[in-house]
């Protein structure tokens, strides 16, 4: 399902003679201002913009028009991030400007989308040289009139696919862990060697002395690159970086497609793409995040550890837990929780959580779950049977059989579960056994 969104903007975003103003939409506050200052590294800092911008105008898998998704961008404490999904959902795409990176104070704190549009794409294409670049982000006056017509509106075709990304991203990459490093100049001979946009065939890269090796197989300690095309938008920012740093799950001789995050690190900032599985494979589909929306006893958690959220670059579990009185796994569990609205993300950089706030319905990722929707009214019907260590799911004239495993993972006798064998999260079945189930240790 689609939603429209609409931008507003005072003015189009533009790089001009004092500098680049990069325009915002609404968010904490209608046209928030975040930032004033200068970038130190105005051509890397360019570069990883239009690389964030072009991942939000690609289609990877079935490309068609570029879809014009606005990018969001989040201040904080000493940082700001901007972020991106692929029209296909497939590339989720960010843009971490460090302290190093910026002359100047966050003003402002929150999240909210940022214009950039083909003039100033093309702007920023030329943007060189190392003298330090001027940047605003939001406007310098918010009380200018909009009455004579001078707001920038657009209304975007948003799809529910693309909100309910970044609900699932954050779950995937926080079981992520660093597997190779590699200098810049072995990254650009590695991206070189890539295979041509297009190519839909799943690879694995392997450490292999100080480059990568590719493999078509899975072995201990490589990192699935599936449409290593979907690579691309790093090219602009190669010139600019000192390493190329690789992130995964842990994976072993035999294992399914897994997604992967590939981060430039220029020193300034960090440019990051993560991959989903396969091409054709959005994250909004990858079922990660169903856990933490399913479950209730968290959300009185995620209320409280979400009050005390301030917008520091990194999330610290365990002043949270002490501020909150939880245990770390309980404020963890919140921190899911409270991803799936968006309210954070995850750094594999910095092995932590970060505080954000999407400008969109915090309800959609869950309304807009066809599996979620599907076990609540399950649940709601009274199909769940439950005895001992199984569960009889009735739904019509089927009847299904689901099995809760020593390990806290669900099998179910449906055809969706005999397809992807909990590769891409619980089937509606196995949510509505984890729902009615009080506790859920019933069916250990």
């Known amino acids: 399902m689609n939603a429209v969104q609409t931008y507003r903007y005072l003015q189009p975003s533009a790089l001009r003679p004092a500098g680049l103003d990069l325009q915002t939409c609404g968010g904490p506050a209608a046209n928030p201002r975040f930032f004033a200052g200068f970038l130190t590294a105005p051509a890397a800092a360019a570069a990883g913009l239009l690389a964030v911008a072009e991942v939000a105008r690609t289609r990877y898998h079935q490309p068609v028009s570029p879809a014009s998704l606005d990018p969001v961008v989040t ?41 950039v549009n083909p003039p100033l794409r093309e702007a920023l294409a030329r943007v060189g040289g190392i003298e330090p670049l001027h940047v605003a982000v939001g406007p310098d006056d918010l009380t200018v009139s909009t009455l004579d017509g001078s707001v920038v509106e657009r209304k975007v075709p948003l ?49 292999a002395g100080r480059t990568l090796r590719l493999t078509s197989r899975p072995v201990p300690g490589a990192v699935c690159l599936a449409g290593a095309g979907r690579l691309a938008a790093l090219r602009g920012v190669l010139r600019h970086a000192r390493s190329l740093r690789v992130y995964g799950p842990a994976v072993r001789a035999g294992s399914p497609a897994v997604p992967s995050t590939w981060e430039l690190d220029t020193g300034a900032l ?3 793409l993560t991959l989903s599985p396969e091409p054709y494979r959005g994250f909004s589909g990858e079922g990660a995040a169903l856990a933490a929306l399913a479950g209730d006893e968290v959300v009185d958690d995620a209320e409280l550890v979400g009050a005390l959220l301030n917008w520091d670059p990194t999330i610290d579990v365990a002043a949270l837990a002490d501020a909150a009185a939880l ?36 309800g959609r990722a869950e309304r807009d779950n066809p599996r979620l929707v599907g076990a609540r009214a399950l649940v709601e019907r ?42 891409r999260g619980p089937c509606r079945h196995a949510l509505a056994v984890s729902m009615a189930a009080a506790p859920v240790e019933a069916l250990s």
């Open 75 to 115: 201040g904080s404490r000493g940082r700001l991030r901007f972020e991106s999904f692929s029209g296909c959902c497939g590339v989720y795409a960010r843009m971490d400007v460090l302290p190093d990176g910026l002359d100047g104070e966050i003003s402002g704190h929150g999240t909210t989308n940022v214009d």
């Open 159 to 207: 799809p529910g696919r693309w909100l309910r990304g970044f609900a699932e991203v954050h779950v995937l990459t926080a079981g992520f862990e660093p597997r190779a490093e590699i200098a810049a100049a072995e990254a650009a001979a590695f991206l070189r060697r890539l295979p041509a946009a297009g190519d839909r065939s799943v690879l694995w890269a392997v450490p």
């Open 270 to 272: 960090r440019v990051s």
């Open 327 to 362: 245990p770390d796994e309980r404020v963890r569990a919140a921190l899911a929780q409270l991803g799936t609205a968006g309210r954070v993300g995850y750094d594999v950089a910095d092995g932590a959580y970060f505080h954000r706030v999407m400008p969109y319905d915090a």
């Open 382 to 423: 009274g199909a769940v049977e439950r005895d001992c260590e199984h569960a009889t799911v009735r739904t019509g004239t089927e009847t299904y059989r689901v099995r809760r495993h020593p390990d806290g993972a669900y099998s179910c006798s449906c055809r969706w579960w005999a397809r992807h064998r909990g590769q």
